[in-house]
């Protein structure tokens, strides 16, 4: 048991590379074809169609047959029997769904139906997850899955389809669902490797906990004055002025994390004084705290790293 975990722990570094790239691949293009059927259906709708639109029987078969597919990609990252089985089975489960969509176009009850049916397979395959890996990342992940997945379920199967606007509004939301799936799935195997406990750790011993939450106060305090100086100055016709809490809670954290998204601006002395305060200081704090913790971090993992490896070398000396 001790050899099959240590030999997932440190897997050849092409082999990781091969399903981080690939799991990443298949997540944007189910998110490439969820896009196609959401402005194919709304562009049919506009037209005044009664129908489901051609192509998108074909795009959710895409979907499901890439979804089925993430499954066995994650049977490489954990390669067990057990692994082996259930991605199997998903992808069987995937491709019986997706070839029913295609008998299941000129019935949107059927077609939906099969929306439906995924999410319990979706709900299946987390519950399996939790049980094989039981770890508080494991649980966490899987169970806000969980929950969505039953939540989406539910309102699918209780939604009346008494017209197309209905019928979309039901095929959006599972594509939007399946395509944040995918991308937690290609996050999930991306950083299967970071050690979450070692990484907790060093934010609590290095007070960097206490400097972001003071960020988050800055960032509050600073949008409680943006929303009571802007507006007073701003033009009624204009439109990138900060009016709103939740507009001044935007624009801080596009100056703290330095994106400039651009569609709001400080137009007043004291509100453009309070932009230049809150960028250095943001830029200060996130530096300081990615340092520290990157430097913490790689001491600590490569600590851990060594022993690993020592009590890799002394099972070898024990098989031979």
């Known amino acids: 048991m001790a050899k099959r975990n240590t030999a997932k722990k440190h897997e050849f570094p092409l082999m990781r590379l091969i399903v981080t790239l690939t799991s990443t691949v298949i997540a944007a293009l189910i998110l490439v074809l969820s896009v196609l059927t959401i402005i194919t ?28 597919l993430m499954s066995v990609i994650k049977f490489f990252k954990d390669r067990t029997k057990a692994n082996l089985i259930k991605s199997f089975v998903m992808i069987g489960f995937d491709v019986a769904l997706g070839i029913a969509v295609l008998f299941a176009a ?7 139906l099969t929306a439906g049916l ?14 094989d890996d039981h770890s508080i990342r494991s649980v966490i992940l899987n169970g806000l899955i969980i929950l969505l997945a039953v939540g989406l ?37 991306a950083l299967a490797n970071l050690k979450v406990k070692v990484l907790f750790k060093i934010i609590l011993s290095t007070y960097s906990l206490e400097v972001l939450f ?19 100055a701003a033009d009624p ?41 809150l960028g250095m200081y943001g830029l200060v704090v996130v530096a300081v705290i990615t340092s520290i913790v990157v430097n913490f971090y790689n001491e600590t993992s490569g600590k851990h790293d060594q022993k690993e490896l020592k009590e890799i070398q002394k099972e070898e000396e024990n098989n031979k």
Request: proline share 5%; aromatic share 12%; hydrophobic share 55%.
């Open 106 to 112: 000129n019935n949107p009850f059927l077609f939906v």
């Open 41 to 68: 259906f709304t562009r049919a709708i506009d037209e005044g169609a009664t129908e489901i639109p051609t192509g998108v029987p074909f795009f959710i078969l895409g979907i499901f047959l890439l979804s089925g």
């Open 153 to 189: 379920a539910i309102g699918i199967f209780i939604s009346p389809i008494s017209n197309m606007e209905q019928l979309q509004n039901i095929i959006v939301t599972e594509c939007v669902f399946i395509a944040i799936v995918a991308f937690v799935e290609a996050m999930a195997i």
């Open 237 to 277: 016709s204009a439109t990138n002025i900060i009016r709103t809490f939740p507009d001044a809670l935007w624009y801080c954290f596009a100056v703290v994390t330095t994106i400039g998204f651009g569609d709001l601006t400080a137009i007043t002395p004291i509100g453009r004084i309070l932009t230049v305060i």
């Open 118 to 131: 995924y999410c319990v397979t979706l709900v299946v395959a987390r519950v399996f997850n939790i049980i």
């Open 214 to 232: 003071g960020l988050l106060v800055t960032i509050v305090c600073f949008s409680l004055v943006f929303m009571t100086v802007e507006p007073q």
